[in-house]
């Protein structure tokens, strides 16, 4: 499978984020290896201290956002450019739409293998939505450089049906994005931790800090339930805009934020919780579609789920019966439903059961196992 003649694999993958940080990156790469493939990562981040970081064939550069957007992509061009050229790799993978023209046009000079990972529907995203210019920008980017890739790899069923019709492609592969099959080995004590009373009930958010994933929401709803606490995992952008409104509602006491968690440590943190949340709002069509990794990985931590009612999370919570969708347009909605598990948490026992089953088949090691054959090709 991984094998050229007597030579092995050589996959190049190419991501505009921190890869550490990345379950989907990390994931592929450890599937990779498993398959006999040499892999090398080149990944960036904004919000380290250091100058980067490089090791095993994974490089972590340091990018600085300044107030001149132009500076910023031109050094993330220059650094990926710099590396792309430097490869031999068989299998060039694109991590998300900024990477994809790079990769694209320097894979194809290398006669290698192109991979497109549209991990969402990047042309209709919700920051975009108020923002035609730009959208109007990436939306002509993708539709150029989709058609020139040799497989696009998709979250969801609903997403591989939308770029094959608006892009007119037939090549796309759903890859869910699930987490690997593990259990906590050690559970994270957040009471200990934040100094949590013992009769709070703790409620979890993970992933990314941005606008449109609830987090504004689940803020607003915490003075009708002071008997739960809300716990941050992850960082972005926008994590001192929910610090300010945490202030202004005078619930900060009760929202702690973590920062972003390696992957590696994830679980022990997702498992510390009572349950988890998943409240993505209907902006965009890719939010409308959305499938998130944050809804398998509680599931894999025995996390009771509440999401939005999107049919896609709808679909998987329904099925497995493993916890509650809400319509994220009606805040009353989201409150009632957090007092009744908050003031009944004995409802949440057999959504835990059922998590358990689950995960045996939402799990990384089935999904890659599926889809391997089309991606080594």
């Known amino acids: 499978m991984a094998e050229i003649g007597a030579q092995k694999k050589k996959i190049s993958i190419s991501f505009l984020g921190n890869c550490f940080y990345d379950t989907r990156v ?39 956002k300044g107030r001149i957007r132009i500076l910023f992509y031109l050094s993330f061009a ?21 990477t994809l023209p790079f990769v694209t046009l320097i894979g194809k000079l290398k006669k290698g293998k192109i991979i497109y990972n549209s991990r969402e529907l990047y042309a209709f995203i919700g920051g975009l939505r108020n923002r035609p210019v730009i959208q109007f920008m990436v939306k ?14 998709t979250t969801g069923e609903m997403d591989s049906q939308f770029l094959e019709k608006f892009y007119s492609i037939n090549n796309t592969l ?3 994005n699930v987490p690997m099959m593990q259990k906590p080995s050690e559970k994270v004590d957040f009471r200990k931790m934040f100094n949590i009373p013992p009769d709070k009930v703790i409620m979890l958010y993970q992933g990314v800090l941005l606008n449109g994933r609830g987090i504004t ?10 008997d739960a606490v809300f716990i941050i995992l992850g960082g972005g ?38 349950f988890g949340l998943a409240i993505i709002e209907n902006i965009s069509i890719s939010y409308f579609h959305a499938l998130p990794h944050k809804i398998f ?8 789920v509440l999401a939005s009612d999107l049919p896609q999370m709808k679909k998987i919570v329904e099925m497995y019966n493993v ?21 009944n948490p004995s409802l949440l026992d057999e959504f835990r059961m059922n998590c358990r089953r689950a995960a045996e088949e939402l799990n990384w090691q089935s999904e890659f196992d599926r889809c391997k054959n089309r991606i080594l090709e």
Do not use: H
Not at 250 to 264: C, H, K, L, P, S
Not at 297 to 304: F, G
Not at 323 to 343: D, F, M, P, Q
């Open 26 to 64: 990390t994931n592929l790469v450890s599937s990779f290896k498993k398959e006999g493939c040499i892999v090398s990562v080149t990944s960036f981040d904004w919000f380290i201290d250091s100058c980067g970081y490089y090791k095993n064939g994974i490089k972590v550069f340091k990018l600085k």
């Open 78 to 98: 220059f650094k990926l450019i710099r590396e792309l050229i430097k490869s031999d790799a068989d299998i060039f993978l694109a991590e998300d739409v900024y």
């Open 140 to 153: 002509t980017i993708e539709k150029f450089f989709i058609k020139k890739v040799d497989l696009v790899l």
């Open 174 to 176: 759903v890859l869910r």
């Open 217 to 226: 929401m689940i803020l607003k709803a915490m003075p009708y339930i002071p």
């Open 237 to 274: 952008e926008q994590r001192k805009n929910f610090e300010n409104i945490g202030r202004e509602l005078n619930i900060d006491e009760r929202v702690f934020f973590t920062g972003a968690i390696d992957q590696e440590k994830l679980i022990n943190y997702t498992a510390g919780a009572d």
């Open 297 to 304: 990985e509680y599931i894999m931590a025995d996390l009771p």
């Open 323 to 343: 916890g509650a969708v809400i319509n994220a347009g009606k805040e009353e909605c989201l409150v009632n439903k957090l007092k009744e598990w908050v003031e």
